[in-house]
């Protein structure tokens, strides 16, 4: 994604790795859902967090950033958008810990936070790297350098927590599992 930025969405540079990442994604999902003893059960990822709420902040917030223009003032379009998305995803990490480290069996303790930290810095990463290859758009060589693709990173941010959101609500049920681990296994 880094390279999309100055190669272009459509470059083979771009593309390909792309594509070898969602395969890969999807040969660790059939591993672990064929092996024995998986690294991480399917049932951790199936809790239903304050996500449906943190979400929707995040997404209202990367949308009222998306107000940013050359005319206006970064301190008052930038902030209040970093505030509402802040008082989003804050929640969402702080639920997504809790919610999986209570609900665990005891002896996947490790495995469990593993899992957690890698999916926040993979998260991190990849929505880095994808912001910032849209938003690079906007300072390739032209007569005039704009701020166009800061608004479409930005818009890709309240997109993509949108359908994070709708995700959240759709396909993970309402309340506890019924095999659910309360407490930290002591």
């Known amino acids: 994604m880094v390279t ?6 459509g ?3 771009t593309v390909l790795p792309l594509v070898a990442a969602i395969l890969l994604y999807a040969l660790f999902v059939v591993v672990e859902r ?3 003893s998986p690294l991480m059960r399917a049932e951790t990822l199936a809790r239903r967090p304050v996500g449906v709420a943190s979400f929707v902040l995040t997404a209202a917030g990367a949308m009222l950033m998306t107000r940013i ?3 206006a003032s970064a301190y ?3 902030p209040p958008g970093f505030v509402l998305a802040a008082l989003g995803i804050g929640p969402a990490f702080v639920t997504a810990t809790t919610t999986t480290m209570a609900n665990i ?3 996947e303790n490790g495995v469990a936070s593993g899992v957690i930290n890698t999916f926040h810095e993979l ?3 990849i929505g880095v790297a994808a912001v910032s290859a849209v938003a690079a758009s906007s300072l390739a060589p032209r007569p005039v350098a704009g701020i166009g693709g800061f608004v479409s990173g930005l818009t890709l941010c309240a997109v993509v927590a949108g359908a994070a959101a709708a995700i959240a609500l759709g396909l993970v049920p309402p ?3 019924a095999t659910a681990f309360v407490g930290h296994g002591h």
């Open 34 to 36: 064929s092996v024995r």
């Open 105 to 107: 069996p005891p002896g």
């Open 123 to 125: 998260g991190g990463s």
């Open 175 to 177: 309340g506890k599992p």
């Open 69 to 71: 223009s050359p005319d």
């Open 11 to 13: 470059a083979l540079g």
């Open 4 to 9: 999309a930025g100055d190669a272009g969405w």
């Open 76 to 78: 008052t379009t930038l």
